[in-house]
């Protein structure tokens, strides 16, 4: 009999390959999604029909304990990715950003814990470090929360940890540095550039020094794939990203090569952040995650960058290269 896996934030970026894939290896997989009265699944909605057929959709909010709860019966193992994601908008609203990321997580953790899950993965960010302080970052670096998004995540991964040590919940935390590929939204600087550079006489960004860690998707999916499965990452977090860095200006420059128009590059500052809360440097100590489950990034920058520029091609109509999303 196939497992049977809840993945939360389905309907998300990363949470849309990781149900893909399940699928694809033959799990059984039940598909949480924030409600809304046009029923619409986000990202799932863009998943191959055959793919699409298989997963099961669960309409309800990661603040309601006791839907969460119902969504979790019968199910093995859990994939926690739902949050509230976006840095600015952490900035408007932590406490809607505090009361679905911490408490979401404890919802979750708790009817893991009382419905006896075999697993549970969370996902992490990189954001919780903040400007490193030591390059490349590992998992003993200081948790530094740049934004009440990054605290949030930083609560949420402390919860997690505690109830490994106090109820012997089986709870693995993957942190991964910047994900990218298709089906990011706009709010993400990858597509922001992408899309601009496709239909812009000019690309524009906020601050172009800072320095990213950038894993594409197929990767950082294999790392929660390989995390459930490994008895040692139990209780403890595991970084995910390649261990090369590059500027945002630098990056910006590379996408639009790739992209195939020349086009400038502007900073543009109605999109640079606060200062203080800008993080600077980001770079992945990667040899846990190596050494716990077995994972190494294989998908490269340029080759992930060529095929997250055929997918916004094929999907213009999704982005408005004119507007600040976040």
């Known amino acids: ?92 609203h932590p406490r809607e950003v505090v009361a679905v990321n911490v408490g979401g997580t404890l919802n979750v953790l708790s009817a893991a814990r009382d419905l006896g899950v075999t697993g549970v993965t969370i996902a992490s960010t990189s954001e919780v470090y903040g400007t490193a302080q030591v390059e490349p970052i590992n998992e003993a670096h200081p948790l530094h929360p740049q934004s009440p998004y990054a605290a949030s995540k930083v609560a949420a991964d402390a919860l997690a940890i505690s109830f490994h040590a106090a109820y012997g919940l089986p709870v693995r935390i993957v942190r991964p540095f910047n994900t990218f590929g298709p089906r990011q939204s706009a709010r993400a600087v990858i597509p922001t550039i992408i899309s601009q550079a496709l239909t812009r006489d000019a690309v524009r960004l906020g601050a172009l020094h800072p320095t990213r860690d950038l894993t594409f998707v197929s990767d950082t999916v294999r790392g929660f794939l390989l995390a459930m499965e490994s008895e040692a990452a139990i209780g403890r977090p595991v970084n995910l990203g390649t261990g090369r860095s590059i500027t945002i200006g ?11 128009r020349e086009v400038p590059l502007v900073s543009d500052a109605a999109r640079v952040r606060p200062e203080t809360s800008e993080v600077l440097r980001l770079r992945a100590d990667n040899s846990l995650a190596r050494d716990l489950i077995g994972w190494q990034p294989q998908v490269t920058l340029e080759e992930g960058l060529r095929q997250t520029i055929a997918w916004v091609r094929e999907h213009l109509h999704l982005f408005d290269p004119e507007r600040y999303a976040y």
Do not use: C, W
């Open 1 to 92: 009999m196939s497992t049977q896996a809840l993945v939360t934030g389905a309907a998300g970026f990363i949470a849309s390959h990781l149900v893909e894939a399940l699928v694809r290896q033959g799990t059984r997989v039940r598909a949480f999604v924030r409600y809304n009265s046009a029923h619409r699944a986000g990202n799932l909605e863009l998943l191959p029909p055959e793919v699409r057929a298989e997963v099961e959709l669960f309409f309800g909010d990661l603040r309601d304990p006791d839907a969460v709860a119902q969504a979790m019966r019968g199910v093995e193992q859990v994939y926690h990715l739902g949050a509230v994601i976006t840095i600015p908008y952490s900035y408007q």
């Open 250 to 260: 630098d990056l910006a420059r590379l996408a639009i090569k790739l992209a195939g």
